[in-house]
């Protein structure tokens, strides 16, 4: 899509009046507003679809990362029972596994909180649409009684004048124009070479290594 969900909320929330203004010279105000509900309404059935998705995300990294947790727990304990039967070999693999695990909880602990702030944003979203959709058809019934009066007046059925005529466009074209850019992106660098890949590589294992040998002498030291 063209326009994303945020954009496309903000834009029937808050808007100008020029489609509407159109609408109004062309004499069809009425099916202008109307069709302004009708996407109101689609727009809140998008809303609430990628909130269930959001929730089906954050349901299943809030599984992962408690079944994280206890496999964190459960290895720590192994470790303890290797170090007492003076299985050091083991005691070290499982300080590498335990930092594998260390590394992906605070991923999950980020990714379930993004949920929770999409879903209150989802969330703020679906009553937002909601309140404008009520003042939409508000607006369509004064509408529609304008022109009922205009009728039984002996006008010319072509809707309320002067500034009451602006006041209703103005009312009723908040359903139509704003776009907000949402952008951006993660830029590439350069790839590095393979000497340098070679190195990094190295390093990193020397680094994990260092950092199984310190958590092993935490271990150690707790007995």
């Given at each position: 899509m ?6 496309r ?5 808050s808007g100008?009046?020029n ?9 069809a ?15 809140i ?5 990628e ?6 995300r954050?349901y299943?990294?809030?599984r992962?990362?408690?079944g ?17 039967e003076k299985?050091?070999?083991?005691a070290e693999?499982g300080v590498?596994k ?9 991923v999950?602990e980020a ?5 929770r ?5 989802l969330?703020?979203?679906v ?10 058809k ?5 509408y529609?009684?304008s022109?009922k009066?205009?009728?039984a ?8 004048k ?5 006041r209703?466009?103005?009312?009723a074209?908040?359903?139509f124009?704003r776009?907000?850019?949402?952008g ?18 190295e390093?990193e294992?020397l680094?994990?290594?260092?950092r199984?040998?310190?958590r092993?002498?935490q271990?150690?030291?707790?007995g």
């Amino acid at each position: 899509m063209s326009e994303s969900l945020a954009s496309r909320v903000k834009r029937l929330v808050s808007g100008s009046a020029n489609m509407i203004v159109t609408a109004v010279e062309s004499l069809a105000p009425e099916m202008v507003m109307e069709e302004a509900i009708r996407e109101v309404d689609n727009a809140i059935d998008d809303v609430r679809a990628e909130l269930g998705r959001v929730m089906t995300r954050q349901y299943h990294a809030t599984r992962r990362l408690a079944g994280e947790n206890k496999k964190h727990e459960e290895l720590s304990e192994s470790i303890r029972v290797a170090l007492g039967e003076k299985r050091e070999d083991l005691a070290e693999a499982g300080v590498g596994k335990l930092l594998d695990i260390e590394a992906q909880i605070p991923v999950l602990e980020a990714a379930i909180g993004e949920t929770r702030e999409a879903q209150a944003e989802l969330e703020g979203y679906v009553a937002a649409l909601r309140g404008r959709k009520s003042e939409m058809k508000e607006e369509l019934r004064e509408y529609r009684a304008s022109q009922k009066d205009a009728a039984a007046n002996g006008g010319d059925g072509g809707g309320p004048k002067g500034s009451d005529t602006e006041r209703r466009v103005e009312k009723a074209s908040e359903a139509f124009d704003r776009a907000m850019e949402i952008g951006g992106g993660i830029g590439g660098g350069d790839t590095p070479d393979r000497k340098s890949a070679a190195l990094n590589a190295e390093l990193e294992k020397l680094a994990r290594k260092n950092r199984v040998n310190e958590r092993l002498a935490q271990f150690k030291e707790q007995g």
